[in-house]
């Protein structure tokens, strides 16, 4: 769990001011009395809820809501980190596969045309693009050449789909956030060669701190959208099914889905991972779940990596850590990769998680204070945390290059440059750039943060083939033809604007304040 916030220590407090006095406060059988307590007024309260909606919508969302009461019945269960570090085992020698060592699969169009159509991609797309300062969803925001993220998504697919004269589907998880907006959207692809489909994952009530029950007052997620919230990526194994598509592709003869982050651009369908899924590379016991992994840098210290726990390969995040071991977690040394959210998983071993109900996955608590200043949590799954339910499941350390996300604005300008090529809706390294790594960008919060504002910066987008390094704080601007190289750190003071004039060349210098130039 995410958060220092022990769920029966606000139950304690609440359950002294409603008099549980008959049996001691520090007994085991007081905590199960009072944790029994809060999930049945919770329930009570979800019940109320219900009530609020048209009899036709009920059935849905009572299931939907039964899920919200599950999950909320095991965060009381929780007594804190869900992990026993000693417990740690040496990562098995064959459980993360060098890509390197992966195989293409024959460059036949048969072959390769049968492997695509065991496939389907699927996008998570539930994210707006409010953190950088736009509306809507996300994956709406351009990113190169007035392309969205949906734009180069459609090209890729559809591309496989021409060249390999196959039949691989898009689907995107959309939320409540998203999903009106991606339906207009969608329908200017219509004659693309993709098959689009959407579902919409769980609408789940934010819960207060104080009292441990939902902040809504009715259903009408449309009127108070702040009570509610998308339960993180991990709903998307109960939502796929209950859309009735899970169903559908296994129908129809397909085996893998590919899952990642639409905000991910180098998340592109690969078809050496897929040929030892389903080609000749295949393996004589099914691979039923991969993970992308890649090197962990010092920029990645926080992401969740892979352990062998309990003889399970399993995903580790920072949240369920024991506060005396994080700076373990983060060495570099200690664990080397770090989780892309690329994931491969067959559909039939889903299909069987779900219906023998072993789907089990860690719970982040994401504490948040809403506009009018009331706390509440709300609580999320990841969809890698399943991995440890799926038998065979494998690690697969791929290059740097298919883990491109895009979430500030100095990843933008990574994937706007020179720095990349764009090849049928996949951004492909420029063959000048001497190193394969890419330049580490840091762009001050309070300039640089929307995109409006960062593109009002630029004339154009600097040459970067030769960076590494960049640092800009303060109210700086950049002329037209700049070429940056090396380490480049600018620094505008308060009150102060550096104009980087056009054709400027800066090569490791620093910038400061009053515009003077310094060799670094």
Known sequence: MTSGIRPIDVLLQRAGVRGHQRVPSDSKEFHEVTKRDALRLLENDVDRLLQTTEQVRRPALQAEMGRFADLFGRFLQEEGPALDWNKIQKLPENAVMNYSNLKLPKNEQNEIRNMLD?????????????????????????????????????????????????????VLMNSFNTDEDTEKIVRKYKGFRVQIHTFNQSCFPR???????????????????????PPGHGDFYDTFRNSGL??????????????????????????????????????STPVEFVMEVTDKTRADVKGGTLIQFENKLRLLEI????????????????????????????????????????????IIVNNKTLETGLRVIQLET?????????????????????????????????????LYTLKNGSLVMSPQRMFPTTPLVKLGENHFSKVKEFLGRFANIPDIIELDHLT????????????????????????????????AILENKIVSGNMRILDH
């Open 118 to 170: 065991k496939l389907v991609v699927i996008k998570l797309n539930g994210g707006l693009g409010t953190s950088m300062g736009c509306h809507g969803p996300k994956s709406v925001i351009p990113v190169r050449s007035d392309l969205t993220f949906l734009d180069l998504t459609v090209q890729q697919i559809e591309h496989l789909n021409k060249t390999y004269d196959a039949n691989v589907p898009l």
């Open 207 to 229: 819960i207060s701190r104080e009292h441990f029950l939902p902040v809504a007052k009715d259903f009408d997620v449309e009127k108070d959208m702040e009570a509610w919230y």
């Open 246 to 283: 899970l169903k559908k592709f296994i129908e129809e003869g397909r085996e893998y889905c590919f899952l990642s982050n639409i905000d991910n651009l180098g998340a592109t369908v690969d078809l050496n991972i897929l040929n030892k899924l389903v080609g000749e590379e295949r393996a």
């Open 319 to 362: 949240a369920q850590v024991p506060p005396e071991h994080v700076d373990d977690f983060k060495s570099v040394k200690t664990f080397k990769f770090f989780n892309t959210n690329n994931i491969w998983a067959n559909l039939t071993s889903i299909d069987r998680v779900l219906r023998e109900r072993t789907l089990s996955m860690e």
């Open 382 to 418: 990841a969809v890698g945390s399943a991995m440890k339910c799926f038998d065979g499941a494998i690690g697969i350390n791929v290059p740097r290059s298919r883990f491109l996300p895009v979430k500030k604005s100095s990843d933008l300008l990574l994937v706007m440059s020179n």
């Open 472 to 503: 800009v704080s303060g109210d700086v601007t950049f002329g037209r033809g700049v070429s940056l190289r090396g380490t480049v750190i600018i620094i505008a003071n308060h009150g102060d604007r550096i104009d980087i004039p056009a054709g």
